[in-house]
Nanobody, 122 residues
Framework: QVQLVESGGGLVQAGGSLRLSCVAS??????MAWFRQAPGKEREFVAA????????YYADSVKGRFTISGDNAKNTVYLQMNSLKSEDTAVYYC?????????????????WGQGTQVTVSS
């Protein structure tokens, strides 16, 4: 049984930091990513890491502020979020794909976590 379990969300003031974690079990994945969804908005890509080759991708809105990292052997991915803004408020989801697909498209991912709330107060 495949499971993705996120942790690390919470309430933080603008300018603060949070670190999200996601542990995947049950399968080996070629790529893991973070997406987020704010109320009334579509789910959007945040960052992704491809284990083979170590390619990393970011949405323009988080470049320079967020860092994705992980441990392939442990099927674990992290999202370090610095200089948080109120517009970063959303439910953050961990996602994993078995193989291929576009890194930024939510429809390309095979498995999802339950999400963790991040709230940034201004």
């Amino acid at each position: 049984q495949v499971q993705l379990v996120e942790s690390g969300g919470g309430l933080v003031q603008a300018g603060g930091s949070l670190r999200l974690s996601c542990v995947a079990s049950g399968r080996a994945f070629s790529r893991m990513a973070w997406f987020r969804q704010a109320p009334g908005k579509e789910r959007e890509f945040v960052a992704a890491i491809r284990w083979s080759g170590g390619n990393i991708y970011y949405a323009d809105s988080v470049k320079g502020r967020f860092t994705i990292s992980g441990d392939n052997a442990k099927n674990t991915v992290y999202l370090q979020m610095n200089s948080l803004k109120s517009e970063d408020t959303a439910v953050y989801y961990c996602a994993a794909v078995l193989w291929g697909g576009s890194y930024y498209s939510a429809t390309q991912y095979d498995y999802w976590g339950q999400g963790t709330q991040v709230t940034v107060s201004s």
